[in-house]
C-alpha cells in the first residue's frame, strides 16, 4: 500500500485536532480583523442599499482554515473537521447566529474537499485550491441565498454578490491560503505533517 | 428554564427553527419567533439585557442592510401571495417594503436565536453534550478546547509581533506576512507541544467525565416544540 493511501485511512489523532483547533483559531483571528472592515463598509454602504455587499470582500477568509487543513494533513474529511471546530469555537466565543454557523461551517468544509476529492487526495497544487475556492463560493451562495431569501432580488444583485464572493474566495482562499502553507512548510516546522512529508 | 434545557436539544430545536424560518413566507412568524427570543433572554438567569442587546448590534446592521437592500432590489414578484398579506395590508403596505421587512426580521430572528443559544449555554456543558449526546469524538472536543482557553494567549503574541515589527522600524508591511504569518509558525509548535503533553496525560484515551448531561422531558419539549410553533404559526398564517 502506498505511503498515501496509509496516511489517508489512518484516524486523525489528537495533535491533528488540536493543531485544526489553533490553526482555525489564527484565521479567526484574521477573520475578525476583517469583520471590522465588513462592518464599516456595510454601515457606509447600508442607506444606498448596497450594505448587503458590506461582508462579501471578505468572505473568502471563513474558507481558509478548511483549506489550510486539507492542504497540510493531506486527508480526507479534514477540511470538514476544521470547519466544524472553527464554527464551534466562534460559537463559544459568542458569534451572533450560533448554531446556523455550524451548520454553514459543514456546507464550506464540504465544498472546500471536493476540489480535492476530484483528484483523489492526489493533487495539492494550485488547481485543486482554486477548484476547492469556487466550490466553496457556489455551495455558500446556494446555502446564505435559501437563508437569506436572494430569490426575492433582482438578478444583478444577486450577480454582482457571486462574483464579489468568487473574488474573494479565488484570493484568500485558493491562492493567499496556498502561499501562507507553502511558507510555513519552508520553514521546515511542518516536517512532522504529511506536506511536509510530500516535500522531501 | 432556558438555562437548564439541554445544550444538544437546545441546538438542534433552534437549528431546526432556523431552517424552517427561511422556507416560511412572511414577516409575521420571524417577529414571532424574535419575541420568543426575546423572552428567553430575559427569563435567563445567565445574561441580561445589555449583555444582549451588545451581542445583537452586528446584526442589527446586516438587518438594516438587508432591509434596505431588499426594498431597493426587490424583483417585483406578486409579494401578497407570498406573504398571506390580507387585502387591506396589501394595498396599504408597498410590496418591496414588505420584501424588505420580511428579509431584516428574518435575519433579526436568526440572531435572537443565536443570541439565546450562545449566551444560554455554558462552553463546558456544550462540550459535554457534544461528547455525551452527538457522539463528537472526545480529541475533537479537546481539540475545541485548546483553541478556546489558549485564545487570550494567541491575542497577547498576536500584540506582541505587531510590536516586534513595531520597534524594528517595519512598517507598512502586509499584515499576513508579518505578525500573522509569526502567530502561524507559534501556533505549529504550541499545537505539537500542547498535544504531546496531553497524550502524556491520557487525553488521547477514552475518559470520564465529571459533567454528565442529563436528557429530561422538557429538553425534548423545547427541542420538538419551537419547530413545532413555526410551523403552526406559518399554517394558522395561511389558512386564517
Same mark, same amino acid.
Given at each position: ?78 477540511? #470538514? ?20 454557523? #455550524? ?48 430569490? !426575492? ?23 493567499? !491560503? ?8 519552508? !520553514? ?13 | ?87 387591506? &395590508? ?65 491575542? &497577547? ?34 499545537? &505539537? ?48
Amino acid at each position: 500500500m502506498s505511503k498515501k493511501l496509509s496516511r489517508q485511512r489512518k484516524a486523525l489523532a489528537l495533535k491533528d485536532y488540536i493543531f485544526m483547533g489553533l490553526l482555525s483559531l489564527v484565521f479567526g483571528l484574521i477573520y475578525l480583523l476583517a469583520v471590522y472592515a465588513g462592518s464599516a463598509t456595510t454601515a457606509v454602504l447600508t442607506p444606498s442599499g448596497y450594505g448587503i455587499l458590506g461582508y462579501e470582500p471578505f468572505y473568502g477568509i471563513w474558507f481558509m482554515a478548511a483549506l489550510a487543513a486539507v492542504y497540510i494533513l493531506r486527508r480526507p474529511g479534514v477540511g #470538514i473537521v476544521a470547519e466544524i471546530i472553527a464554527s464551534v469555537i466562534e460559537v463559544i466565543l459568542g458569534n451572533t447566529f450560533g448554531p446556523v454557523v #455550524i451548520l454553514s461551517a459543514f456546507i464550506q468544509g464540504l465544498a472546500v474537499e471536493l476540489g480535492f476529492m476530484i483528484f483523489r487526495y492526489k493533487r495539492y497544487d494550485y488547481l485543486s485550491c482554486l477548484l476547492g475556492a469556487v466550490f466553496a463560493t457556489v455551495f455558500s451562495f446556494v446555502w446564505t441565498g435559501f437563508r437569506s431569501g436572494y430569490h !426575492t432580488m433582482q438578478l444583478q444583485i444577486v450577480l454582482l454578490i457571486f462574483v464579489i464572493r468568487l473574488l474573494s474566495s479565488i484570493f484568500f482562499t485558493g491562492f493567499l !491560503t496556498k502561499v501562507l502553507c507553502d511558507q510555513l512548510a519552508k !520553514t521546515g516546522l511542518l516536517n512532522s505533517y504529511p506536506i511536509g512529508q510530500d516535500k522531501t | 428554564m432556558i438555562d437548564y434545557v439541554n445544550p444538544f436539544y437546545k441546538m438542534s430545536g433552534i437549528l431546526s427553527t432556523a431552517l424552517l424560518l427561511a422556507v416560511v413566507p412572511g414577516y409575521h412568524v420571524n417577529i414571532f419567533i424574535a419575541g420568543i427570543a426575546l423572552f428567553c433572554l430575559l427569563g435567563s438567569q445567565r445574561t441580561n439585557f445589555i449583555t444582549a442587546i451588545k451581542f445583537l448590534m452586528p446584526a442589527l446592521l446586516v438587518a438594516l442592510s438587508f432591509f434596505f437592500a431588499g426594498m431597493k432590489f426587490y424583483s417585483g414578484e406578486e409579494i401578497s401571495a407570498q406573504t398571506n398579506l390580507t387585502i387591506s &395590508e396589501a394595498s396599504v403596505l408597498p410590496p418591496s417594503f414588505v420584501n424588505g421587512l420580511m428579509l431584516s426580521t428574518r435575519i433579526l430572528a436568526y440572531a435572537m436565536l443565536g443570541l439565546v443559544f450562545g449566551l444560554t449555554t455554558k462552553n463546558n456543558e456544550l462540550i459535554a453534550s457534544a461528547i455525551q449526546q452527538a457522539r463528537m469524538k472526545p480529541e475533537m472536543a479537546y481539540g475545541i478546547l485548546a483553541a478556546v482557553h489558549l485564545l487570550p494567549t494567541v491575542r &497577547e503574541e498576536y500584540r506582541r509581533s505587531k510590536l516586534a515589527y513595531r520597534v524594528r522600524g517595519v512598517r507598512g508591511r502586509a499584515f499576513l506576512s508579518g505578525p500573522i504569518f509569526c502567530m502561524l509558525i507559534r501556533t505549529v509548535r504550541w499545537s &505539537e507541544f500542547l498535544a504531546m503533553a496531553m497524550e502524556a496525560r491520557g487525553f488521547s484515551n477514552q475518559r470520564t467525565s465529571y459533567l454528565e448531561m442529563k436528557v429530561r422531558m422538557s429538553d425534548i419539549v423545547f427541542g420538538l416544540g419551537l419547530p413545532a410553533s413555526v410551523v403552526t404559526l406559518a399554517l394558522l398564517n395561511r389558512f386564517l
